[in-house]
C-alpha cells in the first residue's frame, strides 16, 4: 500500500540559543508522511516532539532542513494543517461549540453555516449537549475532544495531535485511543500523532517512527500495516511488537 | 472564584465556628461602647453612636450650603463616574494598544513612567491654571487617579497572555484584527477589570481630597464643613456615606465583569 507522501520533512534540526549556552532539540530528522495515514511518533518525554509538530505546523522556524507540504515548502502556518495541542489549549472564554468554529470563524466562513459543521464534529466526537458548556466546566478527556473537534473543523489534510491523552487517566485514555481511531476512519485525514506510550503507539499506528532522547533523532520505523484492525492489546503479534519497541527505547537509557 | 462552601469553616468544631461568626460582631460592639464612653465623658466633641446614627437619618431632610443631602452624593457620584468612564473610554484602548505594539510602547512607555509616580494631587496648580478652579479641573484631577491602574493592568494584562493563545490563533488562521478582538482582549479582561477596581479605590481618594480642597458640593465638601464648624457628626456621616458608596461600587463593577465574562460563572 504505498500511498502518495503528501508532507516531507528533510534534515531538520533545531537549536535553542540562549546565553546559557544553545541546546540541541532535533538533529537531523527526515521522514515522509503519507496521505491519509495515521502517523504515530514516538519517543521519550522532552526529546523534542513538541518542538517538531511546531516546526511542521509552521510556529516555530527550523535551524536548518526544509519542511514541504505537497512540494510546496512551509514558511508559516497553513490552513492545510490543524492542531491538537498537548494541554489543550482552548479558549476558556468560548464556549465548546464557538471553539470549535474557530477555524471556520477566522476564514470568514458565515455564522449558520459554521454552526453547523462545528455542531457536526462536536457531535462526532460525542458532544452533542455540551455545544454551550464553557472548558471550565468540562472533564480533561472531554476538553481534548472539544481540541480534536477544532482541529476537524477547520478541514485541514494533516491533523497534529501531541499527546492528547497524555494527561488522561487511563480508562479514559483507552477509550478514547479506540475513539480516535474510529473518527480516523469516517473522517479520512492524515493524522501525526505524537506520544511517548509504546502500547498507545502500537494500537493506533499505520506506522510508527521512533525517536531517541533529546536531541531527538529517528531511531526507527516500524510498519504496522501487518496488524490488522481493530487491534488487541493482548494479542501476540501485538505484544511481540511492543516489546521489540520497548527492547529498543532500553538500549537508549545504557 | 469563591468557592462553595468556606474552606476555613470545613471540619471544624461547632465552638470555634460560633467563634469564627460572632467575634466581628463582638469587636463591633466593643467599638460602639467604646465609642459610646468617649463621647459621654463630655471631655470631647465627639457625638455618640446614636447621635450619628439620628443625623444620618435626619440629614436627608435638610440641607447643607444651601443644597440637600442627596445632592451632596450625587455630585460626587457624578465626578467619579465621569472620571472613571473617560478613564476607561481612554485608558482601557491606550493600555492595549501599549501592550499590542511595539511602536507604540516605545513611544508612550517612557512617557507614561515619568508621569505615573506623581500623586493626582499634584496636579492641582497646574489643572487650575489650565482649567480654573471648575468642575472640569475637579474631573480632570480625578482622572489622573483613575487612568493610572487602568492603563498599566490594561497594558500587563495583553503582556502577559499566554503564547499559547497566539498559537492556538496562528494554527487556526487568525487575522491581526482577529487576534486583538478575539484573542488577546478576552484574555486580559481579568487583568483590566482588576485595574478597574484599584481605580475605583483609589478614585474614592481623589475624589475626596478634590471636594476637601475646594468645593462647594460633594461628600468631602461636608466632611471639610463638619471639620470648619464643629460638627463632627456631619463628618461622621460622611466618613459612612463613602464606606457605603464606595461598597456599592465594588460590587457594581463585580457585577459588570460577571455581566461581561460569562465564562468565569460557576
Ligand atoms: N522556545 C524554547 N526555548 C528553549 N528551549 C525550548 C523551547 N521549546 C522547547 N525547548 C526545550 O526543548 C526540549 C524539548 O521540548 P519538547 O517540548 O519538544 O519536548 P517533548 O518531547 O514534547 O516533551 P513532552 O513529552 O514532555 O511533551 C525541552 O528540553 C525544552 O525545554
Ligand atoms: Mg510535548
Redesign the interface.
Known sequence: MEKKVILEASHISKTFFSSRGDMDAIEDVSLNVRKNEFLVLLGPGQCGKTVLL?II???VNATSGTITLDGKPIT??N?S???V?Q?T?L?????AMENVE??L???GVPKEERRKVAQKYLELVGLKGFENS???ALSGGMKQRVGIA?AYA?NPEILLMDEPFGALDAQTRYSMQEEILKIWSQETRTVIFVTNNIEEAVYLGDRIIQFTERPARVKKEYDLSCLSRPRNYVDPEFLRIRTEISDNEELALE | MKTKNNPLMENRSLPYKIFYYISPCLLLIAFLIFWQAVAASGRTLLPTPYEALERLFTIWTGTIAKKPMIYHVFMSVRRILTALLISIGVGVPFGVAMGWNKIFRAIFKPLFEVIRPVPPIAWVPLFTLWFGTGEGSRIMIIIMGVFMPIVVNSYTGVTMVPE??F?????????SM?MLF??VL??S?NAIFAGIRTAVGGGWMVVLASEMLAARSGIGYLIMQGSNANDLELAIVGMFMIGVLGAVFAYGFDFLERGL????RK
Do not use: Q
Open positions: 511546531n505546523a509552521g510556529l508559516g502556518t490552513s494543517i490543524a492542531f495541542f494541554r489549549g479558549y476558556e472564554w468560548k464556549t474557530i477555524g470563524k477566522y476564514k464553557y472548558p471550565k477544532r477547520a | 499559547i493563545n498559537d492556538v490563533g496562528k494554527v487556526f488562521g487568525a487575522k482577529d478575539d484573542v478576552p484574555s479582561l465574562c460569562p465564562w468565569r
